[in-house]
């Protein structure tokens, strides 16, 4: 258990070093799009933090981390569950 | 690579939807059959850790970027259907709290990601079969990585180019093309860091690879 402590620490700081470097070029997809013309709509569905950032937060370096904080605990719980139900109880 | 809603038409979704629908419930019943309890806090931390490396863009060339998608590193990790369930669970989480792929478009990258991903276990453990090729792994795990991310953009290449937008602007002979040609060059940023990753938890936990049943027979076959 420790060790994946350790190494949830350690997504953190990758996390915390590694964002303000993050290419803000658009992706494949986007880049596609872009060159053919074709405009992204406005989501149907915005989530509760668009591309990654709290609205709320105005420095984009500490909205990006806050949101990609809540992301990684936010999937890590939610992927121990589905741990927990697709498994089987060791006997 | 994640579809934004409004890239795809209703059919597609649909469809898309339909055929992912189909490989999560296979997944999820060859889990409950293949994997022990024990498997949990890995499938906790290395979707966390697929979500955080997701975040971080890489550039490219001529002004566009990449990610790590992570697909093929989880299978190597958590096998085929730990796998494919688990980048599910990175993919709706992304789209429900960060507009990152769209609702109705899920279908879509849920196949072009998670499944492709997913299924390239096997086609690591085919390669590899052969007992006399063991030193195969970790080229295979290269090639197969680079490779699932160019079919999931072939795949989402053929999904876009059926949408009204796409299709007014030259449809499957315009964006097919374009889509393979980022993600041949983006695929090799997948290609390294999923190798790098692998080979590094294999030296630092050499059971990290062995400890799935499914993958001890082959391991077992390599050693001998």
């Known amino acids: ?91 | 690579m994640h579809i934004p809603d409004g890239f795809l038409n209703p059919a597609i979704c649909a469809l898309m939807g339909a055929i992912s629908t189909g490989f999560l419930v296979w997944s999820w019943r060859k889990a409950r059959a293949t994997y022990p309890r024990s498997l949990a806090p890995l499938l906790a931390v290395s979707s966390a850790f697929v979500f955080a490396a997701q975040m971080i863009n890489f550039p490219i060339v001529y002004g566009t970027s990449g990610h790590l998608v992570g697909g093929t590193f989880l299978s190597m990790l958590l096998g085929p259907y730990a796998a494919i369930l688990s980048m599910t669970i990175v993919l709706m989480m992304q789209a429900l709290f960060f507009a990152d792929g769209g609702i109705f478009t899920f279908g879509a990258n849920v196949f072009n990601m998670a499944v492709i991903g997913g299924l390239s276990f096997f086609l690591i453990k085919l390669l590899t079969r052969n007992p006399k090729r063991s030193g195969w792994l970790f080229r295979s795990i290269f090639f197969v990585s680079w490779l699932s991310v160019v079919l999931g953009a072939l795949a989402c290449g053929l999904q876009i180019s059926f949408s009204p937008v796409f299709s007014e602007a030259g449809g499957i002979a315009v964006t097919v093309p374009a889509m393979l040609f980022w993600h041949i060059l983006i695929g090799l940023g997948e290609a390294a860091t999923t190798t790098t990753l692998v080979s590094q938890l294999h030296r630092l936990q050499p059971t990290i690879l062995s400890g799935l049943t499914i993958l001890r027979g082959r391991q077992s076959e390599s050693i001998h």
């Not at chain 1, 989530?47 to 999937?75: E, H, K, Q, R």
């Open chain 1, 1 to 91: 258990m420790k060790a994946y402590i350790k190494v949830i620490i350690l997504i953190l700081i990758c996390l915390a070093v590694l964002t303000p470097l993050a290419s803000d070029f658009p992706d494949g997809l986007e880049k596609v799009a872009e060159t053919l013309g074709i405009e992204e709509h406005d989501p149907t569905w915005k989530g509760l933090m668009p591309d990654y950032t709290l609205p709320t937060i105005d420095n984009p370096y500490i909205s990006t981390f806050v949101a990609g904080t809540f992301g990684v605990f936010l999937v890590l719980g939610v992927a121990f569950i589905l741990g927990i139900v697709i498994t089987k109880p060791s006997r």
